[in-house]
Protein backbone atom coordinates (compact mmCIF):
# COMPACT_ATOMS: atom_id res chain seq x y z
CA UNK A 1 0.00 0.00 0.00
CA UNK A 2 2.76 2.23 -0.82
CA UNK A 3 0.57 4.41 -2.68
CA UNK A 4 -1.97 4.62 -0.31
CA UNK A 5 -3.09 8.45 -0.51
CA UNK A 6 -3.28 9.44 3.07
CA UNK A 7 -5.82 12.10 3.80
CA UNK A 8 -8.46 10.74 1.46
CA UNK A 9 -11.34 8.54 1.73
CA UNK A 10 -11.22 7.16 -1.60
CA UNK A 11 -8.68 5.42 -3.22
CA UNK A 12 -9.62 5.40 -6.78
CA UNK A 13 -11.75 7.45 -9.21
CA UNK A 14 -14.82 5.54 -10.43
CA UNK A 15 -16.29 5.79 -14.06
CA UNK A 16 -18.89 8.27 -15.23
CA UNK A 17 -21.64 6.26 -16.40
CA UNK A 18 -22.67 9.69 -18.35
CA UNK A 19 -19.10 9.90 -20.29
CA UNK A 20 -18.22 8.08 -23.45
CA UNK A 21 -14.65 8.33 -23.09
CA UNK A 22 -12.45 8.53 -19.50
CA UNK A 23 -9.07 8.43 -18.90
CA UNK A 24 -7.73 4.82 -17.02
CA UNK A 25 -4.57 3.07 -15.76
CA UNK A 26 -4.13 0.27 -18.07
CA UNK A 27 -1.27 -1.47 -16.14
CA UNK A 28 0.82 0.26 -12.77
CA UNK A 29 3.64 -0.86 -14.46
CA UNK A 30 3.36 1.51 -17.76
CA UNK A 31 6.08 3.46 -18.24
CA UNK A 32 3.78 6.85 -19.02
CA UNK A 33 0.64 5.60 -16.83
CA UNK A 34 2.11 5.38 -13.15
CA UNK A 35 -0.72 6.71 -10.74
CA UNK A 36 -0.47 10.64 -10.19
CA UNK A 37 0.11 11.98 -7.01
CA UNK A 38 -2.49 13.65 -4.69
CA UNK A 39 -2.92 16.68 -6.70
CA UNK A 40 -4.68 18.54 -3.40
CA UNK A 41 -7.63 20.62 -3.58
CA UNK A 42 -9.19 21.93 -6.79
CA UNK A 43 -11.67 25.06 -6.05
CA UNK A 44 -14.63 25.77 -8.82
CA UNK A 45 -16.63 28.98 -8.66
CA UNK A 46 -20.10 28.28 -9.55
CA UNK A 47 -22.65 30.69 -9.68
CA UNK A 48 -26.18 28.78 -9.94
CA UNK A 49 -29.39 30.47 -10.52
CA UNK A 50 -31.35 29.34 -7.51
CA UNK A 51 -29.81 27.66 -4.24
CA UNK A 52 -32.97 26.21 -2.35
CA UNK A 53 -34.01 22.59 -3.45
CA UNK A 54 -37.41 21.20 -1.90
CA UNK A 55 -37.04 17.64 -0.15
CA UNK A 56 -39.65 15.40 -1.69
CA UNK A 57 -38.41 12.64 0.59
CA UNK A 58 -40.87 11.53 3.20
CA UNK A 59 -37.57 9.73 5.23
CA UNK A 60 -36.32 13.36 5.90
CA UNK A 61 -38.02 16.07 8.48
CA UNK A 62 -36.93 19.30 6.72
CA UNK A 63 -39.09 20.92 3.64
CA UNK A 64 -35.89 22.29 1.69
CA UNK A 65 -32.68 22.00 2.17
CA UNK A 66 -29.25 24.27 0.40
CA UNK A 67 -25.81 23.41 -0.62
CA UNK A 68 -23.00 25.80 -0.09
CA UNK A 69 -20.87 23.27 -1.60
CA UNK A 70 -21.31 20.31 -4.41
CA UNK A 71 -18.44 17.63 -3.33
CA UNK A 72 -16.87 17.71 0.31
CA UNK A 73 -13.22 17.19 1.87
CA UNK A 74 -14.33 15.08 4.36
CA UNK A 75 -13.48 12.34 1.93
CA UNK A 76 -16.13 9.89 3.82
CA UNK A 77 -15.84 6.61 2.26
CA UNK A 78 -19.37 6.01 2.36
CA UNK A 79 -21.05 9.52 1.84
CA UNK A 80 -24.24 8.54 -0.57
CA UNK A 81 -23.52 12.35 -1.58
CA UNK A 82 -20.65 11.33 -3.90
CA UNK A 83 -22.97 9.71 -6.39
CA UNK A 84 -24.00 13.69 -7.49
CA UNK A 85 -20.68 14.40 -8.75
CA UNK A 86 -21.22 12.46 -11.59
CA UNK A 87 -23.94 14.80 -12.97
CA UNK A 88 -20.68 17.43 -13.33
CA UNK A 89 -18.76 15.02 -15.35
CA UNK A 90 -16.52 14.18 -12.16
CA UNK A 91 -16.03 10.63 -10.51
CA UNK A 92 -17.72 9.71 -7.28
CA UNK A 93 -14.45 9.01 -5.97
CA UNK A 94 -11.37 10.89 -5.72
CA UNK A 95 -12.92 13.97 -7.94
CA UNK A 96 -15.81 13.94 -5.07
CA UNK A 97 -13.20 15.18 -2.52
CA UNK A 98 -10.56 17.09 -4.34
CA UNK A 99 -12.75 19.25 -7.02
CA UNK A 100 -15.23 21.22 -5.23
CA UNK A 101 -17.95 23.24 -6.65
CA UNK A 102 -18.73 27.04 -4.38
CA UNK A 103 -21.48 28.72 -4.63
CA UNK A 104 -20.38 32.14 -3.05
CA UNK A 105 -23.98 33.99 -4.23
CA UNK A 106 -25.89 31.52 -1.66
CA UNK A 107 -26.45 34.24 0.66
CA UNK A 108 -27.80 36.04 -2.34
CA UNK A 109 -30.36 33.75 -3.93
CA UNK A 110 -31.39 32.58 -0.20
CA UNK A 111 -32.41 35.84 0.28
CA UNK A 112 -34.16 36.15 -3.05
CA UNK A 113 -36.17 33.14 -1.89
CA UNK A 114 -37.19 34.09 1.34
CA UNK A 115 -38.32 37.34 -0.69
CA UNK A 116 -40.46 35.16 -2.74
CA UNK A 117 -44.30 36.30 -2.34
CA UNK A 118 -45.34 33.09 -2.47
CA UNK A 119 -43.27 31.55 0.61
CA UNK A 120 -44.45 30.84 3.89
CA UNK A 121 -42.00 30.00 6.79
CA UNK A 122 -40.55 26.49 6.72
CA UNK A 123 -37.99 24.56 8.14
CA UNK A 124 -34.64 24.47 6.20
CA UNK A 125 -31.31 22.44 6.27
CA UNK A 126 -27.61 23.42 6.09
CA UNK A 127 -26.44 20.97 4.02
CA UNK A 128 -29.20 18.24 2.61
CA UNK A 129 -26.10 16.98 0.69
CA UNK A 130 -22.44 17.85 1.49
CA UNK A 131 -21.33 19.48 4.86
CA UNK A 132 -21.86 23.41 4.89
CA UNK A 133 -18.71 23.20 7.44
CA UNK A 134 -16.44 21.58 5.34
CA UNK A 135 -12.46 23.09 5.64
CA UNK A 136 -12.47 25.15 2.55
CA UNK A 137 -15.82 27.18 4.68
CA UNK A 138 -13.15 28.24 6.98
CA UNK A 139 -11.69 30.57 4.11
CA UNK A 140 -15.12 31.17 2.29
CA UNK A 141 -17.65 31.75 4.93
CA UNK A 142 -20.66 31.26 2.78
CA UNK A 143 -22.16 29.22 5.63
CA UNK A 144 -21.86 32.08 7.72
CA UNK A 145 -23.40 34.03 5.14
CA UNK A 146 -26.53 32.34 4.69
CA UNK A 147 -27.08 31.98 8.62
CA UNK A 148 -26.79 36.08 8.76
CA UNK A 149 -30.02 35.75 6.13
CA UNK A 150 -31.76 33.52 8.61
CA UNK A 151 -31.52 35.32 10.67
CA UNK A 152 -32.48 38.44 9.58
CA UNK A 153 -35.56 36.94 8.34
CA UNK A 154 -35.83 34.76 11.63
CA UNK A 155 -36.48 31.73 9.18
CA UNK A 156 -35.91 28.00 11.14
CA UNK A 157 -32.61 26.50 10.22
CA UNK A 158 -31.25 23.16 11.16
CA UNK A 159 -27.95 22.04 11.05
CA UNK A 160 -25.58 18.53 10.76
CA UNK A 161 -21.79 18.67 10.44
CA UNK A 162 -18.82 16.34 11.20
CA UNK A 163 -16.73 19.63 11.55
CA UNK A 164 -15.98 21.92 14.87
CA UNK A 165 -15.50 24.81 12.76
CA UNK A 166 -19.37 25.51 13.78
CA UNK A 167 -17.69 26.73 17.15
CA UNK A 168 -16.86 29.69 14.65
CA UNK A 169 -20.65 31.00 14.70
CA UNK A 170 -21.78 30.68 17.88
CA UNK A 171 -22.92 34.65 17.91
CA UNK A 172 -25.40 33.96 14.92
CA UNK A 173 -26.60 30.37 16.32
CA UNK A 174 -26.62 32.06 19.94
CA UNK A 175 -29.27 34.75 18.35
CA UNK A 176 -31.11 31.87 16.47
CA UNK A 177 -31.41 29.95 19.07
CA UNK A 178 -32.47 32.18 21.39
CA UNK A 179 -36.13 33.00 18.72
CA UNK A 180 -36.03 28.99 18.72
CA UNK A 181 -35.44 28.96 14.92
CA UNK A 182 -31.88 26.52 14.88
CA UNK A 183 -31.04 23.00 15.92
CA UNK A 184 -27.58 21.04 15.35
CA UNK A 185 -26.56 17.91 14.87
CA UNK A 186 -23.39 16.54 15.13
CA UNK A 187 -22.56 13.35 13.33
CA UNK A 188 -20.14 10.99 15.29
CA UNK A 189 -19.56 7.38 13.33
CA UNK A 190 -17.03 6.23 16.01
CA UNK A 191 -14.94 6.97 18.69
CA UNK A 192 -12.13 4.72 17.20
CA UNK A 193 -9.46 7.96 16.14
CA UNK A 194 -7.47 4.87 13.71
CA UNK A 195 -10.98 4.09 12.39
CA UNK A 196 -12.37 7.88 11.68
CA UNK A 197 -8.41 8.79 10.18
CA UNK A 198 -9.30 6.24 7.66
CA UNK A 199 -12.67 6.53 6.93
CA UNK A 200 -13.34 10.12 7.51
CA UNK A 201 -9.82 11.66 6.97
CA UNK A 202 -10.24 15.29 7.32
CA UNK A 203 -12.99 15.38 9.51
CA UNK A 204 -12.45 16.71 12.88
CA UNK A 205 -11.83 14.25 15.88
CA UNK A 206 -14.17 12.34 17.71
CA UNK A 207 -13.09 14.01 20.40
CA UNK A 208 -13.67 17.60 19.38
CA UNK A 209 -16.83 16.64 18.17
CA UNK A 210 -18.17 15.54 21.81
CA UNK A 211 -16.01 18.99 23.04
CA UNK A 212 -18.52 21.09 19.98
CA UNK A 213 -21.58 19.13 21.39
CA UNK A 214 -20.50 20.36 24.93
CA UNK A 215 -19.97 24.29 23.72
CA UNK A 216 -23.33 24.38 22.08
CA UNK A 217 -25.19 23.21 24.84
CA UNK A 218 -23.50 25.86 26.97
CA UNK A 219 -24.34 28.38 24.62
CA UNK A 220 -27.37 27.76 24.51
CA UNK A 221 -27.88 25.78 21.20
CA UNK A 222 -29.97 22.50 20.94
CA UNK A 223 -28.03 20.09 19.96
CA UNK A 224 -28.33 16.43 18.91
CA UNK A 225 -25.89 13.84 17.55
CA UNK A 226 -26.43 11.49 14.83
CA UNK A 227 -24.60 8.00 15.18
CA UNK A 228 -24.59 7.79 11.20
CA UNK A 229 -23.87 5.99 9.37
CA UNK A 230 -24.24 2.69 11.46
CA UNK A 231 -22.05 0.43 9.59
CA UNK A 232 -22.63 -3.71 10.77
CA UNK A 233 -19.24 -5.32 11.81
CA UNK A 234 -17.69 -2.39 11.69
CA UNK A 235 -18.96 0.22 14.26
CA UNK A 236 -22.25 -0.83 15.21
CA UNK A 237 -21.04 -2.03 18.50
CA UNK A 238 -20.05 1.36 19.58
CA UNK A 239 -23.45 2.56 19.56
CA UNK A 240 -23.76 2.58 23.79
CA UNK A 241 -20.29 4.38 24.10
CA UNK A 242 -21.37 7.40 21.09
CA UNK A 243 -24.80 7.85 23.59
CA UNK A 244 -23.40 7.41 26.63
CA UNK A 245 -20.50 9.84 24.93
CA UNK A 246 -23.07 12.31 23.54
CA UNK A 247 -25.55 12.52 26.31
CA UNK A 248 -22.76 13.08 28.87
CA UNK A 249 -21.67 16.14 26.93
CA UNK A 250 -25.07 17.71 26.79
CA UNK A 251 -26.95 16.18 23.42
CA UNK A 252 -30.59 16.28 23.75
CA UNK A 253 -31.50 13.93 21.02
CA UNK A 254 -30.03 11.08 19.09
CA UNK A 255 -30.57 9.58 15.73
CA UNK A 256 -29.07 6.68 13.47
CA UNK A 257 -28.84 5.44 9.57
CA UNK A 258 -28.21 2.40 8.71
CA UNK A 259 -25.26 2.50 5.62
CA UNK A 260 -26.27 2.36 2.30
CA UNK A 261 -23.96 2.18 -0.73
CA UNK A 262 -25.68 3.36 -3.48
CA UNK A 263 -24.26 3.63 -6.94
CA UNK A 264 -20.56 4.32 -7.35
CA UNK A 265 -20.59 4.34 -3.69
CA UNK A 266 -20.61 0.38 -3.60
CA UNK A 267 -17.33 0.07 -5.52
CA UNK A 268 -15.50 3.14 -3.45
CA UNK A 269 -16.39 1.99 -0.12
CA UNK A 270 -15.64 -1.91 -0.98
CA UNK A 271 -12.68 -1.16 -2.39
CA UNK A 272 -11.54 0.88 1.45
CA UNK A 273 -12.92 -1.94 3.34
CA UNK A 274 -10.10 -4.36 1.42
CA UNK A 275 -7.34 -1.63 1.78
CA UNK A 276 -8.39 -0.70 5.44
CA UNK A 277 -9.85 -3.63 7.30
CA UNK A 278 -8.99 -6.62 5.03
CA UNK A 279 -9.62 -9.44 7.61
CA UNK A 280 -12.99 -8.02 7.99
CA UNK A 281 -13.46 -6.80 5.09
CA UNK A 282 -15.70 -10.28 3.83
CA UNK A 283 -17.48 -10.39 7.25
CA UNK A 284 -18.66 -6.45 7.15
CA UNK A 285 -19.35 -6.66 3.61
CA UNK A 286 -22.16 -9.86 3.83
CA UNK A 287 -23.51 -8.26 6.92
CA UNK A 288 -24.52 -4.90 5.08
CA UNK A 289 -25.82 -7.07 2.12
CA UNK A 290 -27.59 -8.88 4.65
CA UNK A 291 -29.26 -5.71 6.35
CA UNK A 292 -30.47 -4.87 2.90
CA UNK A 293 -32.03 -8.03 1.79
CA UNK A 294 -29.06 -9.35 -0.63
CA UNK A 295 -27.96 -6.03 -1.78
CA UNK A 296 -25.74 -3.15 -0.65
CA UNK A 297 -28.33 -0.48 -1.78
CA UNK A 298 -31.48 0.14 -1.38
CA UNK A 299 -33.42 3.28 -2.58
CA UNK A 300 -36.96 2.38 -0.29
CA UNK A 301 -38.48 5.21 1.30
CA UNK A 302 -38.91 3.84 4.34
CA UNK A 303 -36.56 1.08 4.30
CA UNK A 304 -33.42 2.33 3.03
CA UNK A 305 -32.40 5.02 6.05
CA UNK A 306 -32.92 1.28 8.49
CA UNK A 307 -32.53 -1.71 6.70
CA UNK A 308 -34.49 -4.71 7.26
CA UNK A 309 -33.66 -8.53 8.30
CA UNK A 310 -31.95 -9.80 11.59
CA UNK A 311 -29.06 -7.45 11.34
CA UNK A 312 -31.17 -4.33 10.80
CA UNK A 313 -33.60 -5.18 13.47
CA UNK A 314 -31.06 -6.00 16.47
CA UNK A 315 -28.85 -2.51 15.69
CA UNK A 316 -32.29 -0.72 16.01
CA UNK A 317 -33.21 -2.51 19.38
CA UNK A 318 -29.27 -1.94 20.49
CA UNK A 319 -29.99 1.79 19.37
CA UNK A 320 -33.23 2.58 20.64
CA UNK A 321 -32.39 0.53 24.14
CA UNK A 322 -29.46 2.79 24.70
CA UNK A 323 -31.98 6.21 23.77
CA UNK A 324 -34.16 5.51 26.31
CA UNK A 325 -31.49 4.90 28.58
CA UNK A 326 -29.59 8.39 28.33
CA UNK A 327 -31.96 10.39 26.29
CA UNK A 328 -35.32 9.38 27.99
CA UNK A 329 -36.83 12.99 29.04
CA UNK A 330 -34.79 15.55 26.45
CA UNK A 331 -35.95 16.66 23.63
CA UNK A 332 -35.03 19.29 20.87
CA UNK A 333 -37.16 22.39 20.89
CA UNK A 334 -40.19 23.38 18.57
CA UNK A 335 -39.07 25.82 15.73
CA UNK A 336 -41.27 28.60 16.10
CA UNK A 337 -42.31 29.74 12.89
CA UNK A 338 -44.05 32.42 13.98
CA UNK A 339 -40.56 34.97 14.28
CA UNK A 340 -40.81 34.96 10.55
CA UNK A 341 -40.40 38.71 9.03
CA UNK A 342 -39.19 40.61 5.86
CA UNK A 343 -37.52 43.99 5.94
CA UNK A 344 -39.70 46.13 6.55
CA UNK A 345 -42.26 43.88 8.03
CA UNK A 346 -42.81 44.09 11.94
CA UNK A 347 -44.24 40.76 11.42
CA UNK A 348 -45.75 38.00 9.13
CA UNK A 349 -48.08 36.55 10.99
Known sequence: ???????????????NRFLKQER??????????????????????????????????????????LNPYQGCEHGCAYCYARNAHTYWGLSA????????????????LLEQFLNGKNYTPASMSLSGNTDCYQPLERQYKITRGLLEVFLKYRN?????????????????LGELASLQLTRVYIS???????LRRTMEPRTS??????????????????VGV????????????????LLKAAADHGALAAGYTLVRLNGDVKEIFRDWLIKNRPDAANKVWNQIRHAHGGSVS??????????????????????????????????????NMTQFRRPGQLKLF
Open 1 to 15: MSDYIKGRGSQINTS
Open 24 to 65: VLEHFEGIDELPEPDPGTEVFIEHPKQIVNKVESTDLPFLYS
Open 93 to 108: GLDFERKIMVKPDAPK
Open 156 to 172: PVGIITKNALILRDLDL
Open 188 to 194: ITTLDEE
Open 205 to 222: SSLNRLKTIRTLTDHGIP
Open 226 to 241: MTAPVIPGLNSDEIPD
Open 298 to 335: DSRPGIRMRGEGNIAQSIHQLFRLFQKKYFEGRSMPDY
